[in-house]
């Protein structure tokens, strides 16, 4: 059993950090709580199914195609739909949740509300650590893992992660000292959407896809974020972390665990709401965001 949670903690973990590092990257640079963000990492795996299962495309070339469809359909709705109303943060809220529900909607009308699923991009099982885990599944963690490291090396070995750490801790003095903060929000939204994106891509064939798959992600990406304090990047990863292996262990311990960990969440970023406002590594306890 101590294995069985280790393998599944660590999946929905590395799983749960692509889409929270992006939402907090959209917060910290643009000060938006992009509340459409899972939609794309819904949208992404729904296209993974229509290129692949109907299209009858190659596996990889599928989930290329949906990693740009769903990268531009981000970018071109930041600038056209939510930096209009960037500094009105009420209207921000109106306008991402009303793009999520139209994305929904979207997914209804040219895929009904039938449950889906994609076939995996590699059969097989493997044991692992005494687990039996199907390739797929392997393969998934792999991607995921390596996407997160490259994240980290963008953050914080390049320029432009340089600027998208500046403009998140202080955007006036970035501005200041040179950083064009509305070109390092758009290049923010891109990484952001490109990681859900590929989140979506990779889970597909593991998950059942259906129209509202969008809405439990976004309440947990939510819990992990107020957990580990908003905009802050270090913080952000470790919560993904504490919040994947407690799903698993409160689906694994406790009845009907598997609909109770949506529940759990909620409950969870009520109390630190509550009691630790500023999260666990928030701005109140480091100068970084």
């Known amino acids: 059993m101590i294995e069985n949670i280790l393998v599944r903690g660590l999946l929905n973990s590395c799983v749960y950090a692509m889409i929270a590092i992006g939402f907090s990257l959209i917060f910290g640079v643009a000060r938006i709580i992009n509340l459409s963000h899972t939609a794309f990492y819904m949208v992404a795996a729904y296209g993974i199914f229509l290129f692949n299962v109907q299209a009858g495309f190659d596996p990889i070339l599928s989930i290329v195609l949906s990693i740009l469809v769903v990268s531009a359909l981000g970018v071109l709705s930041y600038r056209y739909l939510i930096d209009p109303v960037r500094e009105r943060e009420t209207s921000t809220l109106i306008v991402t949740i009303a793009i999520a529900l139209m994305m929904q909607e979207i997914i209804f009308i040219l895929f009904g509300g039938h449950y889906r699923g994609a076939v995996a991009l590699i059969s097989g099982h493997t044991t692992l650590i005494g687990v039996r885990v199907t390739n797929q599944y392997i393969l998934t963690l ?35 000292m040179g950083v064009d903060v509305r070109k390092v929000a ?104």
């Open 142 to 176: 792999a991607v995921v893992m390596t996407a997160l490291i490259i994240v980290w090396y963008l953050l914080m070995k390049t320029r432009l992660g340089i600027a998208i750490r500046a403009a998140a801790q202080d955007r006036e003095i970035a501005n200041l």
């Open 186 to 289: 758009i290049h923010t939204m891109t990484i952001a959407v490109v990681l859900a994106a590929l989140a979506g891509a990779m889970v597909a064939p593991i998950y059942v896809l259906e129209p509202h798959m969008w809405i439990n992600p976004l309440v947990i990406i939510l819990a992990i974020v107020i957990l580990g304090g908003l905009g802050s990047i270090k913080g952000t990863f470790i919560s993904a972390f504490i919040l994947g292996f407690t799903e698993v262990l409160v689906v694994i311990f406790i009845p009907g665990g598997a609909f109770l960990k949506v529940t759990f969440a909620l409950a969870l970023m009520v109390i630190i709401l509550l009691i630790r406002p500023e999260g666990l590594f928030g701005v109140f306890l480091e100068g970084e965001r």
